[in-house]
Each structure stands twice: as C-alpha cells, then as structure tokens.
C-alpha cells in the first residue's frame, strides 16, 4: 500500500545520511539522519541496503507504507540520464553503479537520483523565489566545492552529465593530487579538505570549529577565503548570471569572513558588467536543505510521469 500525498527524499553524505517525507506544500515531515556506516556497514549490495533503510524508514514513520517516490541526493557523478552513478569519491562502493532501474525494481515506486549540489541549488532556488531567473549558479564549499548550473529551470547537465565540476577546473602551476586522480584540481586549494590542512600545519592548537573565531584575521586564512572567490568569480564571468548562492559547511562555520569573500569575489568580476548588476545570496542550506531538493525532484519526477 502507498501512502499518498508524499515523497521521500534522501540525502546520501560522505558521513551522514538525511532523509525525510515531503508533501506537495513542501513540507517536511520525519526527518532523521542516519551515520552513512551504520547503513552500509557490511552491506555488499547497496541497493539493498538502501531498499532495506527505505522499508524501515516506511515502518517507522508511514506504518509501513511507501511513498509516492523516492529521490535520492548523491556526492556524486552521475550520469546524463539520471540512472547511473559514475563517480564518489567520498564514499566506498558508489562507483559505476545502476541505481534507479535496480531500486525501482526492488521497491516498487518512482526512484530518481541526482548529484546532491543540484538538489540543493533546486530548494535554494525556491526558498530565494528565483523561479523565474534565466541563470542561477550556485558553489558550495563543503569537503570539497561542489558547483551546480540552472539554465531556465532546467539543471545543466552537459554531453556526459557531469558540467559543473568546478572543483576540477585546473590551477596554473599546481601540483597537488586530487581524489579525482588529477593534479592541480581548485579543489585541492578551495575545500574544507584543504581548510583542514592549513589547521594542521599552521594552528595545530586550534579546534576546526573556532578556527575562523580565533584566527580569522590571519593572513593564512584570509588568503584561503581570497581564493575560494577565485572559481566564484570565474563561474561569474562565465556565465554572467541572474544570481549567485553561496553556501556549503565552511561558509556557515562561526566567525568565517564574508565580507572579505565578497569583496574579493567583486574585485575578480568583470566590469562594468556582471560587476554592477551582480546579486549574490546566501545558501538557505541547514541539515534539511537537501532532502526537501529530493523532495522537489521526486514531486517532478511524478509530474513528468517518466
Ligand atoms: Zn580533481
């Protein structure tokens, strides 16, 4: 049996996974978050775990029955069609994988997936009201930098699926290695991997969480923050869009300078336009963000009936 008038949503974190119902209203009903090992511990097929989470997931809060669908958020590659995980590098046993036919197959309901930026800029997109903006491009700088493109409603997904790496665009002279198996990656300067290795070497006293509190005015971290804007801005000129969301875990950490962010990503674009016109908005991202995006995604995938 289906319990109507709601979705699950889901989003799969390199440490955590979110999920929670969402009705048409958009709101947000039995949210929980789950440690991504405990529900993968052991599991040798993860469509079964997370067919089995799903199921469990509908005992405790549905009596036991299914959602309309299920959309699933990933830190991921995924392919154009919205079938296939390609890459995940921050989570064991998601590579080349089919998900949508096998999980479809297994519970019965619409399943869609989509790269978890995307999802986030969707619910960013409608919590700032920018439906109707021709370009919105959204960076999150969280473990890594994730990126994702609107183009007039739609997600940019480019040829293969996978436009809007940004975090892989390449750094001049650079020879750092990247998780991706590239050297140079601006991930590898612009992330809070990187943020953690500056703490290491150059604060090695200071805990990650007070990091910006306490040290904030160092020029170490003030060169780091000046470089996040650098892919920012060249995102800006590129694409000379309607409006920019920032976000992501080391932008929302306390005391973190956004002013000085903004500054310099201002100082990177190109004027007199983008410069003058240049609307940028903060990320309404929290712990939910991404599985109200789900949410979107699988009310949408209703919609079409695909
Ligand atoms: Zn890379």
């Known amino acids: 049996m289906k319990a109507d008038g709601c979705v699950l949503g889901m989003d799969i974190g390199g440490t955590h996974v979110r999920a929670g119902t969402v009705k048409q209203d958009m709101s947000l009903h039995g949210f929980e978050?789950?440690?991504?090992?405990?529900?993968?511990?052991?599991?040798?097929?993860?469509?079964?775990?997370?067919?089995?989470?799903?199921?469990?997931?509908?005992?405790?809060?549905?009596?036991?029955?299914?959602?309309k669908a299920v959309?699933?958020?990933?830190?991921?590659?995924?392919?154009?069609?919205?079938?296939?995980?390609?890459?995940?590098?921050?989570?064991?046993?998601?590579?080349?994988?089919?998900?949508?036919?096998?999980l479809q197959r297994e519970l019965g309901i619409p399943v869609c997936i989509d790269r978890d930026v995307n999802l986030l800029l969707l619910n960013?997109?409608?919590?700032?009201?920018?439906?109707?903006?021709?370009?919105?491009?959204?960076?999150?700088?969280?473990?890594?930098?994730?990126?994702?493109?609107?183009?007039?409603?739609?997600?940019l997904?480019?040829?293969?699926?996978?436009?809007?790496?940004?975090?892989?665009?390449?750094?001049?002279?650079?020879?750092?290695?990247?998780?991706?198996?590239?050297?140079?990656?601006?991930?590898?300067a612009v992330?809070?991997?990187?943020?953690?290795?500056?703490?290491?070497?150059?604060?090695?006293?200071?805990k990650m969480e007070t990091l910006f509190q306490n040290q904030g005015n160092d020029p170490v971290l003030r060169e780091y923050v000046e470089g996040i804007a650098v892919p920012v801005a060249a995102e800006i000129n590129i694409f000379d869009p309607d409006c920019v969301v920032l976000g992501g875990g080391v932008l929302q950490m306390a005391g973190f300078p956004m002013e000085l962010l903004l500054e310099a990503v201002k100082r990177h674009t190109r004027r007199p336009l983008p410069y003058e016109a240049l609307k940028i908005v903060p990320s309404s991202q929290s712990q939910e963000s991404g599985v109200l995006g789900a949410g979107m995604c699988a009310w949408d995938r209703i919609k079409k009936g695909r």
């Open 33 to 67: 978050i789950t440690p991504s090992i405990s529900l993968f511990r052991g599991a040798g097929n993860r469509i079964q775990a997370l067919a089995g989470y799903v199921r469990k997931y509908c005992a405790r809060h549905l009596d036991g029955m299914l959602p």
């Open 71 to 102: 959309a699933v958020g990933f830190p991921s590659t995924v392919d154009r069609e919205r079938m296939r995980l390609l890459s995940t590098p921050n989570l064991k046993g998601f590579d080349n994988m089919d998900v949508v036919e096998p």
């Open 124 to 155: 960013d997109i409608r919590v700032h009201g920018l439906e109707n903006a021709e370009i919105v491009i959204g960076c999150y700088v969280g473990t890594g930098l994730g990126n994702a493109i609107c183009i007039r409603g739609e997600m």
């Open 157 to 188: 997904r480019g040829k293969n699926g996978v436009a809007g790496e940004l975090g892989h665009i390449p750094i001049w002279g650079s020879k750092r290695p990247c998780g991706c198996g590239n050297i140079g990656c601006m991930e590898t």
């Open 191 to 206: 992330s809070g991997r990187h943020l953690e290795e500056l703490r290491t070497r150059f604060f090695p006293s200071e």
